[in-house]
């Protein structure tokens, strides 16, 4: 299993706001402390917003900042808004063409361990992975 890297980047902006508490925060700080493209983080923050993660204030004074306490959101949640596909093997994905689907003894394991790994994930808040501001050089 591996996670795409907007998942990556949605999960440190997430910690990332933690360490701004009621503070706001902008695009541009992330991309400073990531050292990411502009582009790719203002897709991910989209994402994040969209979904309810962060909430963005307009303005010239605007900014980012969570969209509720961080131990009220989940790590598993943040992951399955942002993974676009959680098929491990072909036979989990749409377009099936293999020849053994119908007797394979793999697909239950790998859907156990997908389940699993999501699980934990699930048990873990953005509060429980949160940084200090010392951690970010930028803003210590």
Aim: proline content about 4%; glycine content about 8%.
């Amino acid at each position: 299993m591996r996670l795409n890297d907007s998942t990556d980047m949605a999960l440190r902006v997430m910690i990332y706001a933690t360490t701004r508490g009621d503070r706001l925060f902008t695009i541009d700080e992330l991309v400073t402390v990531y050292r990411l493209p502009r582009s790719t983080m203002m897709k991910v923050v989209n994402a994040l917003t969209r979904g309810d993660f962060l909430r963005a204030q307009r303005g010239r004074s605007g900014g980012l900042r969570l969209a509720r306490p961080a131990d009220e959101i989940i790590v598993g949640a943040v992951v399955r808004h942002l993974e676009t596909d959680f098929g491990l093997v072909e036979c989990m994905r749409t377009g099936n063409q293999c020849v053994i689907t119908c007797r394979c003894r793999l697909i239950a394991p790998l859907q156990r361990a997908l389940e699993a790994f999501l699980a934990v994930l699930d048990g873990y808040t953005i509060a429980d992975i949160a940084l200090t501001p010392d951690d970010f050089p930028e803003i210590g």
